[in-house]
């Protein structure tokens, strides 16, 4: 099994930034994909990116393409998301998650989810 905790949530303005981490430990990750997805309140959970641990191929949301920026450090079970100039519409609860294998932008297909981190932005 896999667990994953999240951090680095907080309330900005709108134009900061943030970066997320995401831990993970109980499993050997060499060949899972993490994912960062995002939820506000009373709207569908959302892909934000992913990337493919062994190949560091990355993937992103039309609406956080050239803002956001994920990566990964495969040696200590790190997942990052560093997030640049922030809007009010990228307020969330945001949650990293894992599957073996290729990538999804369907959360159904990750079993492993962290327990989330909130985003809010002002302005």
């Known amino acids: 099994q896999v667990q994953l905790v999240e951090s680095g949530g907080g309330s900005v303005q709108a134009g900061d930034s943030l970066r997320l981490s995401c831990a993970a430990s109980?499993?050997?990750?060499?060949?899972?994909?993490m994912a960062w997805f995002r939820q506000a309140p009373g709207k569908a959970r959302e892909f934000v990116s992913s990337v493919a641990l062994v190949t560091g191929t990355t993937r992103y949301a039309d609406s956080v393409k050239g803002r956001f920026t994920i990566s990964r450090d495969n040696a200590n079970n790190m997942l990052y998301l560093q997030m640049n100039s922030l809007k009010p519409g990228d307020a969330a609860v945001y949650y990293c998650?894992?599957?073996?294998?290729?990538?999804?932008?369907?959360?159904?297909?990750?079993?492993?989810w962290g327990q989330g981190t909130q985003v809010t932005v002002s302005s």
């Open positions: 998650a894992a599957r073996r294998g290729a990538y999804s932008y369907t959360g159904s297909m990750y079993p492993y």
């Open positions: 109980g499993s050997d990750l060499s060949s899972y994909s």
